[in-house]
């Protein structure tokens, strides 16, 4: 069994470029990981396109400035890609395939990635432990007792257990950053507005964002290299264009560094504090002013979470009727068509959430909760951008523990929510923030969270890159030479 | 003591756009069913509506002409109901900050000027079309996504011929400014009423009646649930808010649904379309464009001496109204004179709007001179009003190819004036002696000669100059 996967992308790029390796020998390796390893990442597999694409690029010339070219990349499963199933982990989309691509896999493709198949999720990303999927859990490849956490659980895994060395998840609330912190992965949700969401199934549109997940930093700031691109099919699209990898590598003296007193207090556990507290420290030494801060309405991020983003899924997932696709049971009445339809498809996470979100939308209730909740959102947006203009970025860790138990949080849809209770502000804010390994503690990864002013990843990969080479964890085991 | 009416009316008006108001699709009625409607419209997941800037536009130029403030910061809302002709379930509207409000429509009613004031004006898109069959509801998506305006007045109207003038007006001002075709019959225009009675000051119960299928029968509707209203509060039963239809084969409104208490749409802010701020510059640049109105159309006509009962004639026809507003220096009378008559009779046999046809700018220039100046008259051009729409032939040539192209051939008139003084030396003679009645004797005999195809005012002159020669 070959072990290419195992490398970094640009010893990959160069066995391509010398003609050592063909793209259907990363293929043939990702499909064997997949079936080696029982986790259940993947909801579809795409055996036959991937092969087919692995063979067209081998008729033409490895781009020889294009890192990605011919790379394995698993997509979750609420990114449309044509042809192939887009489930959402659902039983209302089971056999829901794609008529169209999503705009980032017109990058992807762009870019001669290839993809191998579509990841494991929490049903419609509401969860964070993927456990609420209608194809059963993924299970954490550092301890397959674990929850790989969520919601885009399985793109992490693909990464952790190297199926694929790239992979695209979604990040509504902590989706990509608190399973890259179980996972000892890189993941990044980036700034509002950089990477198109035409294409993605919409959770909570004003905070969902896609983002990649990758073995370290240098290739987590490649692939958003690639997806990032204004599209006239998304409004909230904005004009992007620069290299994310520009300042990886350079001093970090002199940086300024805040830390929110309420991302080391007791919601924290101590084990998880010390971590961070030894990078606190790694980060004085390097010659960085690094602060402990207060900020105004921080504490309210998972209840702005809960009526923002459930308000706007019960609305975005009204549209799963039965009518034009998707499951439909066949009932005499129309009202009874809807009941059955989305009674018998949605799972009991998706429908607890719809409930409350048509209940804070309801009548009055618009005022009461969602107004004032978009209004306090600003106030926590202008809080943070306070913060910025005396410091650079903003750090804490990425989650308050790490992987758990499956079926742990069964008994209480809230303790879901906590979990991402360290994340969250980016996604009220539309801040980007970016989760990398910081240790391990009883040999499971625990994730640190940099954050950054609107449209600066370029600084979060900077400081990224310097602690990666510092810490030098290699949770991944990436090999950097064969 | 009688009951008062009072009567607000919602109207909703498809904008003639390109393409659908949040996706690209081409918005056309009359295609084929389900052949206008991408993914955008059908509702697919993952995909997020755009913003069409046309809509945009003629929402203003609407706004406008109904003399509304118009909000320089425009943003949506989704309003929450479940019905299978909603793809989303959802529908995009204005529902916080409608594009336009606090404006009025001026109506006449019988020299009386009234002022019908509007509520608002908000953008919208609307829902496909149910088509429904015996056992089945078929939907058609081609609908699903045209841009909408829907136009508010406060429950100001009283009567039921106020409601027709300002249905009437409405129309003619958003058909004016080429906002709409404002075609009820094919669901471009579609209006509902809230009538409601009372005694006093303090407002009845407002019964609300659907997607009335003419402006005729907007005041029918009115009339009749007045009545039935009356009957039963005399009968003293109690009225439910309730929305009706209006049948107009058995001429009665019929019961659709109970208003339940209130409406729970779930209205709240959409999160897929920023702020579009429309500065002063933008506005003024939209209002700009906006065609001249019916009413200064009317000014002009008339200052032109057209006949009031014509002016109207024209005004009903936009096509008329809108070929004539091409010229700048030119007998309007004349011009509406001919297009009225023959024109308009000839373009309904061939089933054509004049644009349509090869009537171009410059030949209704050169008919115009020619019937003013006396060179052809009516009765020559009731003969080639075929050939002039029909064919790309000019005018002189359609002429001579229909034998009156001597009128305006001075030599062949010459020829006959020549042959006639050559025949006639005496009375030439007695002409050049002073007698005057010769030179009308002489006339008679170009007219008979010409078989009464020349232009007498032509041959007249031509035969002066030539015996005075």
Redesign the interface.
């Given at each position: 069994m070959s072990k290419y996967l195992d490398l970094d992308l640009k010893i990959i790029h160069d066995l391509l470029v010398k003609k050592e390796i063909k793209p259907i020998d990363l293929v043939n390796e990702s499909f064997e990981r997949i079936n080696n390893n029982e986790l259940n990442a993947f909801i579809t597999i795409d055996y036959e396109g991937a092969r087919k694409k692995a063979l067209e690029l081998e008729k033409i010339d490895v781009e020889e400035d294009n890192l990605l070219f011919g790379i394995p990349i698993a997509i979750k499963d609420n990114?449309?890609v044509k042809d192939l199933k887009?489930t959402?982990a659902s039983h209302i989309?089971e056999n829901?395939i794609?008529?169209?691509d999503?705009s980032v896999i017109d990058l992807i493709n762009e870019k001669k990635m290839i993809i191998i198949g579509k990841t494991n999720m929490d049903e419609f990303a509401m969860g964070s432990t993927s456990e609420t999927s209608y194809f059963g859990c993924p299970v954490n490849p550092w301890n397959k007792k674990k929850v790989p956490g969520g919601s885009s659980g399985g793109s992490a895994v693909a990464v952790s257990s190297h199926i694929t060395p790239l992979a695209l998840g979604s990040d509504t609330g902590g989706s990509i950053r608190q399973p890259a912190s179980f996972n000892g992965i890189v993941g990044m949700k980036p700034t509002y507005g950089r990477v198109s969401?035409?294409?993605?199934?919409?959770f909570?549109?004003?905070l969902d964002q896609i983002g990649p997940m990758t073995r370290n930093v240098y290739e987590n700031a490649l692939l958003l290299n690639a997806i990032s691109k204004k599209d006239?099919?998304?409004?909230?699209s904005v004009e992007t264009s620069e290299d994310f990898t520009r300042l990886i590598g350079d001093d970090i003296k002199g940086m300024k560094i805040a830390i929110p007193n309420y991302f080391v207090s007791k919601i924290v556990s101590d084990e998880v504090l010390n971590k961070f507290k030894e990078i606190i420290e790694l980060l004085k030494v390097s010659g960085c002013q690094v602060d402990y801060v207060d900020i105004n309405h921080i504490d309210k991020a998972p209840i702005l979470y809960q009526i923002i983003a459930m308000?706007?899924a019960?609305?975005n997932l009204?549209?799963?009727?039965g009518?034009?696709?998707g499951l439909k049971v066949e009932a005499k009445t129309?009202e009874d068509l809807?009941k059955k339809t989305r009674s018998l498809g949605f799972g009991v996470e998706v429908k607890r959430r719809i409930m409350v979100g048509?209940y804070i939308?309801?009548?009055e209730n618009?005022k009461i909760y969602?107004n004032k909740a978009?209004q306090i959102r600003d106030d926590l947006k202008k809080s943070f951008d306070s913060i910025y203009k005396d410091y650079d970025l903003i750090l804490g860790p990425a989650s308050s523990r790490v992987a758990y138990d499956l079926n742990l949080n069964n008994d209480d849809p809230l303790k879901c929510f906590m979990d991402d209770i360290l994340v969250m502000h980016a996604n009220m804010g539309g801040f980007p923030s970016l989760a990398l390994p910081m240790g391990l503690i009883d040999e499971l990864p625990i994730g640190l969270q940099i954050m950054g002013k609107h449209f600066d990843e370029a600084t979060i990969y900077k400081l990224a890159s310097f602690i990666e080479k510092k810490l030098d964890l290699n949770l991944g085991g990436i090999k950097n030479e064969l | 003591m009688n009951y008062k009416k009072t009567i607000g009316i919602e109207v909703h008006m498809e904008l003639k756009t390109k393409e659908k108001l949040f996706s690209p699709t081409i918005n056309n009625y009359g295609n084929l069913a389900n052949s206008n409607a991408n993914?955008i419209d059908?509702?697919?997941?993952?995909?997020?509506?755009?913003?069409n800037k046309e809509a945009v536009f003629l929402a203003v130029k609407a706004a406008t002409v109904l003399n509304c403030k118009i909000r320089k910061i425009q943003h949506f809302d989704?309003k929450?109901y479940?019905y299978?002709d909603n793809?989303?379930?959802?529908q995009i509207t204005e529902e916080r900050k409608p594009i336009g409000y606090d404006g009025y429509v001026e109506i006449d009613d019988d020299g009386i000027k009234k002022r019908i004031e509007i509520l608002e004006i908000h953008m919208e898109e609307d829902t496909s079309k149910s088509i429904h069959s015996k056992e089945k509801t078929l939907?058609d998506f081609n609908r699903a996504g045209v841009p909408l305006v829907e136009i508010v007045t406060k429950p100001c109207l009283h009567t039921a011929k106020e409601a027709i003038l300002y249905l009437e007006k409405l129309r003619e001002l958003l058909l004016y400014a080429g906002v709409s075709d404002c075609k009820i019959e094919e669901g471009s225009m579609r209006c509902d009423a809230n009538i409601s009675i009372s005694k006093n000051e303090k407002l009845g119960t407002k019964i609300e009646v659907k997607n009335i299928g003419s402006i005729t029968n907007v005041g029918l509707a009115i009339d009749y649930e007045a009545k039935r209203q009356e009957e039963i509060l005399e009968n003293n039963e109690t009225l439910h808010e309730e929305t009706r239809r209006y049948d107009a084969k058995l001429a009665k409104t019929i019961l659709m649904r109970v208003k339940e208490t209130?409406n729970?749409y779930?209205?709240?802010?959409e999160?897929?379309?920023?702020y579009l701020v429309l500065t002063e510059e933008i506005i003024k640049n939209i209002q700009d464009t906006i065609p001249t109105s019916a009413d200064i159309r009317r000014e002009k006509y008339l200052k032109a001496g057209i006949s009031p009962i014509n002016i109207e004639k024209i005004i009903a026809n936009k096509n008329l109204s809108d070929y004539l507003e091409q010229f700048t220096n030119i007998n309007l009378k004349t011009a509406s004179n001919l297009l009225l008559g023959d024109v308009q009779a000839h373009l309904n046999k061939i089933n054509k709007s004049i644009f349509e046809t090869n009537f171009t700018k410059e030949k209704m220039i050169t008919l115009v001179k020619y019937l003013d100046d006396g060179i052809i008259s009516h009765k020559n051009f009731k003969d080639i009003v075929g050939d002039v729409i029909e064919t790309d032939k000019e005018i002189d040539d359609i002429l001579k190819e229909n034998g009156i192209k001597n009128v305006v051939d001075n030599s062949l008139v010459f020829n006959i004036i020549q042959k006639v003084i050559n025949e006639n030396q005496k009375v030439v003679e007695d002409y050049k002696n002073g007698n005057e009645r010769s030179l009308k004797f002489l006339m008679g005999q170009v007219m008979k000669e010409s078989k009464g195809s020349v232009n007498p005012k032509v041959a007249n002159d031509l035969l002066v100059e030539v015996l005075n020669k």
């Open positions: 990114i449309m887009c959402c989309l829901f794609s008529i169209y999503a969401r035409f294409g993605l199934v919409a909570a549109s004003s006239d099919k998304d409004l909230t308000g706007e019960s609305s009204a549209r799963f009727d009518i034009r696709y129309l809807y048509s939308l309801s009548g618009a969602y978009l | 993914i059908l509702g697919y997941p993952g995909t997020l509506p755009t913003l989704r929450n479940f299978p793809p989303k379930n959802f939907l209130g729970d779930r209205y709240f802010p999160p897929d379309i920023p």
